[in-house]
């Protein structure tokens, strides 16, 4: 995932359901005006925030906590959402299962316990500090999914391995690096089938290019929440 800056596997679909883009033969699915039934919303709640040195799902953003942006979205997009972290309390006012972390300590774990309790064969992950999460963007990518094993961005940045889709199909593959000791989410995608997305391909999505900024301390959390009640007077 992005930092503020400093300065300034698929379920069943009807054919109606596809369109041809690109070279003939290959298609992908329109975004869908609805809700997902076939895809688990993920939201990773369980980092220590040790940068921020509190909870930032809760941080207060224009009047609601950091996490709620991201859960609402996730809502609008899926009708099953999961939440992986400790401490399960502090989400008991949103009745959503809240999942121990199988291997805490990583987003790689957490991942893989999501995935492991997911009622679908696919997630979508989403860490729980982004203050911008794209609605139009997560749809394009979910509609990326058909016959592959992850779709991620991919851009001159690097990987967004937090805002991106995974099958059940890379839980082997996730178990073997955990038990390695190898935490990093992206060792993953050379053992898989990956749709990766790059940023070109997402120009028109993320305009503002901001998608995938989250929020790890206190100078970047200030200075966002100035930009947000902003845009909200």
Excluded: W
């Amino acid at each position: 995932m992005r930092e503020a800056p400093v300065a300034s596997s698929a379920g069943s679909l009807s054919a109606g359901a596809f369109r041809k883009v690109g070279s003939p033969g290959r298609q992908r699915r329109e975004p869908p005006p609805v809700a997902e039934d076939d895809v688990t919303g993920l939201i990773l709640v369980g980092g220590q925030s040790r940068r921020m040195g509190q909870d930032k799902a809760f941080l207060n953003i224009a009047g609601k906590p950091l996490f709620e942006r991201v859960l609402e979205l996730f809502r609008e997009c899926f009708t099953r959402v999961l939440l992986v972290g400790d401490r399960a309390e502090r989400f008991a006012a949103y009745g959503l299962p809240v999942l121990p972390d199988l291997h805490p300590g990583s987003a790689l774990g957490g991942l893989y316990s999501g995935l492991c309790h997911a009622e679908t064969d696919t997630v979508f992950v989403s860490s729980c500090d982004l203050p911008y999460p794209n609605k139009e963007l997560l749809r394009y990518l979910c509609s990326l999914r058909e016959g592959v094993d992850v779709v991620v961005v991919k851009t001159a940045q690097g990987y967004e391995p937090l805002f991106a889709l995974y099958a059940k199909s890379c839980l082997g593959p996730m178990l073997r690096l955990l038990e390695s000791g190898n935490y990093r989410v992206y060792d993953l995608y050379p053992q898989l089938n990956v749709r990766y997305v790059t940023g070109a391909e997402l120009k028109h999505l993320d305009r503002a290019e901001n998608s995938f900024v989250n929020l790890n301390t206190m100078e970047q959390f200030h200075r966002v929440r100035r930009e947000l009640e902003q845009v909200d007077r």
